[in-house]
């Protein structure tokens, strides 16, 4: 059984809400239970850096209270990879790596670089005003994220999308200047995640400042979610749960059968007053069990340092020796050091070998050929290089049942395919 690296980021510029909770903090937690994935998920401090410059304090607390809500919601540091991403020096040094092979013209298109450029030139401004060279390269550090850990699965929203695939360009341009050193990675988008309202009935978000703390005292819970606008219908008039922020906000922590209760309550004429307190009731009953104990880990920072700096080091053990490989292979070397690419060039070209590619139908395809370039199996098409990847590595490990997704090129034997195959066979043992 192949495992699915999953890896994600979170910037460490603000302090969770309801909105954090529901959106990825509880799906995340759940999905690192499953088995067959390995999970990478950490504290983005570098990328807090360019949202927050200037405001050490914040920075800090921020990783402190996300750091604190991962593991009070049930995150688990011992099966899942949990660190701090300036903890690991070679992010920064495989970003410049990165730097070198990324497209100048492709930072250009990012969105929220355009965004910036577009809000300049509407006021009148020179269209770089106020844009650090941080926020340009944003894309970059966060491919190094990615890259660093051959992640295949990036969970992100939507509007992350357009960094996963720059994150993947970069890669095939490296890829293909030194030879196959990273995965193409995928954006995972959980679509039946419910975005929770906000105090105003807007998307809960900061820059709406309509959020509500997902760890904020009891008392203060309450008194937040009995100022959740509403409209002027008085009690035994019936209620329209359609556009009800109060409704949502239930249904997102509620089961089906609570939430039936509850949408008949509303029909029934409800008051608000106490419809409110339903809601209350119902969030702090899955909160309070997690608040506790983010209360005591709060009190104590040096335990979660501790829990980070454990994390580092499992990050580093992957992340050390692959920068080592990565330094070799774009030059940086001990002059002593014997030149590889002659001998790995010569190598390739005696070898068979496996191409991976895209069709302009979207779709990914592979195809072997032999030592002198003859085409010897085509694939039909996947939905996802890593789904090729996998038929791949199962011709390889397996050459004698070829898949029902391979098909043999014309004119070519059997023989000549196992014999291809049995070199993958021996490079693999
Ligand atoms: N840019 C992401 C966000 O704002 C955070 C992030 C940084 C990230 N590096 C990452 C997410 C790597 C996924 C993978 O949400």
Redesign the pocket.
Known sequence: MTTTRV?????TSGTPHLGNYVGAVRPTVRASRLANTENFY?L?DY?ALIKTSGDPARVQRSTLEIAATWLACGLDPEKVTFYR?SDIPEIPELTWLLTCVCGKGLLNRAHAYKASVDKNTAAGDEPDHGVTAGLFM?PV??AA??LMFNAHQ?P??R??IQ?IEMARDIASSFNHLYGEHFTLPEAAIEDNVATLPGLDGRKMSKSYDNTIPLFVPRDQLKKLIMGILTDSRAPGEPKDTEGSALFQLYQAFASAEETVRFAQAYADGIAWGEAKQLLFERLDQEIAPMRAVYDELIQDPARIEKALQRGADKARAIATPFTARLRHAVGLRPLQAVDGDKTAKAHKAAAPSFKQYREKDGQFYFKLLDAQGKLLLQSSAFASPRDAGVCIKTLQTAPSTLPSEAVLAEGVSDGELREALQHFAQDLG
């Open positions: 890896l994600t980021g979170i910037t950490f983005a990328h991403q944003y550090l966060m994220d990615i990036v992100v929203g509007d992350q960094h």
